[in-house]
Nanobody, 118 residues
Framework: QVQFVESGGGLVQPGGSLRLSCVAS????????????MGWYRQAPGKQRELVAR???????NYADSVKGRFTISRDNAKNTVYLQMNRLKPEDTAIYYC????????WGQGTQVTVSS
């Protein structure tokens, strides 16, 4: 089993920055975390959850067009942790942010709320 705990969200003004963290824990996390791609997802009110950033095992990264150039995903395999640095935030970035393995079927954590508003 793997559980995800996301943190780092909050209320920020447009143009501001936040850094999100997600720790994977559980009996399988230490074994598999470094072996698979990790992703950050978000779900805004009334919308479907979407993948916004993905990092491979060799740290290749991909981003949704809406966040490209503003968000940076990174990972620390020794800590079973994935990060999302979010800069130049916009009101449309307001959502609950989650992490997960894009290619595995594990449950979702509670997420962390990001609200961008003046």
């Amino acid at each position: 089993q793997v559980q995800f705990v996301e943190s780092g969200g909050g209320l920020v003004q447009p143009g501001g920055s936040l850094r999100l963290s997600c720790v994977a824990s559980g009996t399988a996390s230490g074994t598999i975390f470094s072996l698979y791609d990790m992703g950050w997802y978000r779900q805004a009110p009334g919308k479907q959850r979407e993948l916004v950033a993905r990092i491979s095992t060799i740290r290749n990264t991909n981003y949704a067009d809406s966040v490209k150039g503003r968000f940076t995903i990174s990972r620390d395999n020794a800590k079973n942790t994935v990060y999302l640095q979010m800069n130049r935030l916009k009101p449309e970035d307001t959502a609950i942010y989650y992490c997960n393995f894009p290619t595995l079927s594990y449950g979702w954590g509670q997420g962390t709320q990001v609200t961008v508003s003046s």
